[in-house]
Structure formats: structure tokens, C-alpha cells
């Protein structure tokens, strides 16, 4: 134990590793570790990878296909045992890290892994198998994550409910009656539970906030073009983005920093360059809402009774920004009115068949099916999804159809009017609840009353945060989560992650689910 001490005190004066403020003989604390908290562990002796990677599978084993069988993971890596120990050798011989050195993470079922299959979560890609990684997966690799498992998800992406045929129904941890939103819905219900220390998702609409909404999580969607999509499940080239899902806006804002970037692949995020911070770590100021003006998007909120469960939490959260130094500012803006935007701009239906089927070529013998058409006639993918595959279908091309130029035209006019609503009104940020109402319960496949459009339109950047729960109940003791969304203008992640940052720190907001509790040696 003293060597190992020597050594970590020879890289900290070295300038190698942060200050630690773990003992050798401190005991590690799985649940809600963060990565700074595993790192810490290493470096002090405590905690080694391999010692991680068996404590979260030992957490998928006892809760993901038993107890309340979560069904939040579809593959766990084979060789991520055999991995850890290879990293634990690296760190020994050089007492160096990467910056999410042996971070195990979950991947959501739609980004390309060459070394598991890429099934999108549907029976009609089973066996599927990518010959390379997503690229914003080779940047997570780069920086040491250390790929723990495919979670289960809305198959293709494709709606709210995380419910696929070739994983089925995920179960939302706090109230094993509910979803647990979607459609990264494996990957939330997998951190909520702490089955891993950090995860992905996509967004098509609403799909990286939602989950972190229903599960109280945080989660980001970046500004389009600040992280490439290149090698994930398409669903729309206008409205697909990929963001990352953490249990705190630190590991959020660490996430963020490995996967942003150019992708000559996926040319729209050209627009990022010089619109990335050396690090979004440096924004995490406790004081970042101080004298910050946030409009409160009165649009965004419901007025039924289904909604003040919402609203309450939403109402708490508000006041907490006001004790952080916020200047809060109501606004309206009927223009934004999520049922409208969902009816008159979406465009997901008109570009579906054509980006699936290029993914589809381009993988070649890796997949079992070669078009939409293929999907469909296979008869294998769930029904939630037959009424948007066939009319996506009905479509020679949707890109030239008159209300899919209408919608495009429409979209641009959207992103002037959301500009101005916050020049005119001298806005750093809007805020609103993400859901207006809980998440549903299973069986339904359309989660009503979710906000997500508004960005996924616009292409604005926002950020999902724990804003509170639901009153206990028997079928949830904590509660069921609630989450804010906070959206920006375009490149304004780092100003986004200080004010979430310091309305985390002074809310405390998140709470481990009832349904997995820490096992005997956690």
C-alpha cells in the first residue's frame, strides 16, 4: 500500500493527476460514484478497474432481467473484465489516466460498435454487426471509456415508450409501472439504477431528454453540428443529434468534451469549429446564475390536471434559480406551442426512408436487411412503429414533396423567432419543464406532452436537469422525476452547463431509485 501511495504522490507532484481526497484504506462507494470519484479511488489505491467493471455487472445481474427486471440492457461486453484488467496493467506501469480512463459506459443501441452487434434494437437487424465504431464512439474510446454493455431503447429511435422487439419493455426505476421515456430509454434507466457511470443517447426530437427527464438524470443536446452522427441509427439528417447521459452536469460537461468535434463524415459539424472550448469542465461555476436573465417559457407548461405534478416540482426549481441570482423573466410565445411544432414541422417522416436505406447500403453484408422495404416485410419490428414505417414508406421522395419544403421553410422562420424572443427580451437562457406530465405507464407507446421539439427544430442546444419529484406513492416511494430543460443559442453549451451547474449544486435534486438499492458490498 505505501508504494502505491508513492507512486501516486510521485504523479501528483508530476502535474499527472488532480488532488485526491481518497485514502488508501477509504473504502469505495459504488453508487452514484461520478467519474472524478473513481479516479480519485484509483489513484489513492482503493478502487482498481477490474474491481468496477464486476461491481456494476454485478448490479446488472441481480436487477436487469430479475428483481424488477429493469430490461435496460440488450449485450454486456464479453471482454470488458479481460479490458479492465488491461487498463488496471497500463495505469500500474505508467500512472497515467486518460480522462475517463476504465469509465464504464453504457451505449445505446444505435451507435455502431465493431466488437458488439448494432441492432437498433429491432429483430429485423438481429446479428447485425458494424465493421467500425460511431465516430463519436472512437472519441469516447480515445479518451478511455471502457464499453460495458448496449442498452435497449424505442426500436430505430423511433418514439418515447423504450420499448423494441428484440429487447422489449424498459421499466422505469423509480415507478416499475411507467416507462421510463424515450427512446434512450435503456441507457437512463441503466445510470438511474446505477448500472454504469455514464451513457449515451441520440435525439431525434426528444430522445436524450426525455430519459433524462424521466429518470433524473442530465442530459445534454448539443447545438447541431457540435458532435458527429456519423455511424449511428439514422432517423432525420435535419433533426438527428447525439449528446451524452450522466448522473451530474460535471460528468455531462466531461462527455461533452470527448465527443465534440469535426467529423469529415458528417459535414454539418464543420459549424463547430472554433466554437469548442479546450474544456467545458472550466463553465462549472456555482455562481454562473448570478444576474443571468432566464425566461420562463409560460408556452411550455400545462394547465390540466395531469400537469401539476409537473408544475409544482417546476415551481420549486424556478425559486431555487431566483436564490441562485437569476433574474427570472416570463415570457410567452404561442408560436412555440409544442403540439403545433410537432403537427406542422417535423419533417422525420419525409427523410426516414432515405437515410435508413443509405445506412443500410453502406453496411452491406454486416446487416441482415438492406432497405426499409426489407424492415418492413420481415414483419418482426414492433407494432408501435407500423403506422410512421409505412406511411415513411409511402414516400418515392419525401425530400420532394411540397409540405416537406413548406416544413424546411418553416423551420428556418422558427429558429428567427426563438433568436428574437430572446434578443427582444434580453435572454441568456429559456427554461421550461421537458415533460408537462409524468412519464405514462406501459403499454401506452406515445409519451404525450414532451417539449423536445422546440430544439430539435431550431437546432438550439439545451440541457435536461433533475428539477424534482412527484409526490411518493406505493408504486414510486421517492417519486417519479421531473426535469428542466434549459435552451440557448447556438454554441452556448458552456453558459448552458454553468447554470445548470449551479442549480444543481444548490438543489440537490436527485434521489437513487427504491427498486435497486445498494447490494451487500456496495
Known amino acids: 500500500m505505501q508504494q502505491k501511495a508513492k507512486k501516486a504522490l510521485t504523479a501528483l507532484l508530476a502535474g499527472l493527476l488532480p488532488f485526491s481526497t481518497y485514502a488508501a484504506d477509504k473504502p469505495f462507494n459504488l453508487m452514484e460514484a461520478s467519474i472524478g470519484d473513481i479516479h480519485q479511488a484509483m489513484q489513492a489505491g482503493s478502487l482498481t478497474c477490474h474491481s468496477l467493471v464486476q461491481q456494476y455487472l454485478d448490479r446488472i445481474q441481480a436487477y436487469d432481467k430479475q428483481g424488477p427486471s429493469l430490461n435496460a440492457i440488450l449485450y454486456l461486453n464479453p471482454k470488458a473484465l479481460e479490458q479492465a484488467d488491461a487498463m488496471d496493467r497500463q495505469f ?4 497515467k489516466m486518460a480522462p475517463l480512463h476504465c469509465i464504464p459506459t453504457v451505449l445505446k443501441d444505435n451507435y455502431n460498435t465493431a466488437d458488439m452487434p448494432t441492432t437498433g434494437g429491432s429483430a429485423s437487424l438481429a446479428g447485425a454487426r458494424p465493421a467500425q465504431d460511431a465516430f463519436a464512439l472512437s472519441r469516447l474510446r480515445k479518451n478511455g471509456v471502457l464499453v460495458l ?3 435497449n431503447l424505442q426500436e430505430f429511435a423511433l418514439g418515447g415508450a423504450s420499448v423494441s422487439s428484440l429487447g422489449g419493455q424498459v421499466k422505469n426505476p423509480y415507478n416499475l409501472l411507467l416507462t421510463p421515456g424515450g427512446s434512450s430509454g435503456g441507457t437512463a434507466a441503466a445510470l438511474a439504477a446505477n448500472f454504469a457511470t455514464v451513457g449515451t443517447g441520440s435525439d ?9 427527464s424521466a429518470n433524473s438524470l442530465v442530459g445534454i443536446r448539443p447545438t447541431h453540428g457540435l458532435i458527429s452522427r456519423a455511424g449511428i441509427v439514422p432517423v432525420s439528417f435535419t433533426m438527428d443529434d447525439a449528446g451524452p447521459l450522466t448522473r451530474s452536469v460535471t460528468d455531462a460537461a466531461r462527455m461533452l468534451d470527448a465527443m465534440a468535434g469535426y467529423d469529415p463524415a458528417d459535414p454539418v459539424t464543420a459549424f463547430s469549429v472554433g466554437h469548442i472550448p479546450k474544456t467545458y469542465t472550466a463553465y462549472l461555476n456555482k455562481n454562473a446564475l448570478k444576474g443571468a436573465r432566464i425566461g420562463v417559457l409560460e408556452t411550455l407548461f400545462g394547465n390540466k390536471p395531469e400537469h401539476q405534478e409537473t408544475n409544482r416540482a417546476m415551481a420549486s426549481a424556478i425559486e431555487i434559480l431566483k436564490k441562485q441570482g437569476a433574474i427570472i423573466v416570463p415570457v410567452s410565445a404561442p408560436e412555440m406551442d409544442t403540439d403545433k411544432l410537432n403537427a406542422n414541422l417535423d419533417v422525420q417522416k419525409y427523410e426516414y426512408k432515405g437515410v435508413i436505406n443509405t445506412y443500410l447500403k453502406a453496411a452491406g453484408d454486416t446487416v441482415p436487411a438492406h ?12 407494432q408501435s412503429l407500423q403506422k410512421f414505417l409505412l406511411s415513411a414508406q409511402s414516400y418515392e421522395n419525401g425530400l420532394a414533396e411540397p409540405d416537406y419544403k413548406d416544413r424546411m421553410v418553416k423551420m428556418d422562420m422558427l429558429k428567427i423567432s426563438l433568436a428574437n424572443l430572446m434578443a427582444e427580451n434580453h435572454l441568456d437562457a429559456l427554461v421550461y419543464p421537458h415533460q408537462k406530465r409524468l412519464p405514462v405507464p406501459i403499454g401506452e407507446y406515445n409519451q404525450a406532452d414532451r417539449n423536445g421539439i422546440l430544439t430539435a ?3 438550439f442546444p439545451s440541457i435536461a436537469v433533475p428539477a424534482g419529484f412527484s409526490s411518493p406513492t406505493a408504486e414510486a416511494p421517492v417519486g417519479v422525476p421531473v426535469g ?3 435552451i440557448g443559442l ?3 453549451e458552456p453558459r448552458l452547463i454553468g447554470y445548470a451547474y449551479s442549480f444543481e449544486q444548490a438543489a440537490h435534486v436527485r434521489k437513487v431509485p427504491a427498486s435497486t438499492p445498494p447490494l451487500a458490498r456496495h
Open 204 to 212: 431525434t426530437v426528444n430522445s436524450v431528454r426525455s430519459p433524462a
Open 149 to 151: 454493455a448496449k442498452t
Open 490 to 492: 447556438p454554441w452556448s
Open 371 to 382: 432497405s426499409l422495404d426489407d424492415i418492413i416485410a420481415s414483419g418482426k419490428p414492433h
Open 484 to 486: 428542466m430543460e434549459l
Open 92 to 95: 500500474r506501469q505508467s500512472g
Open 457 to 459: 427544430v431550431t437546432g
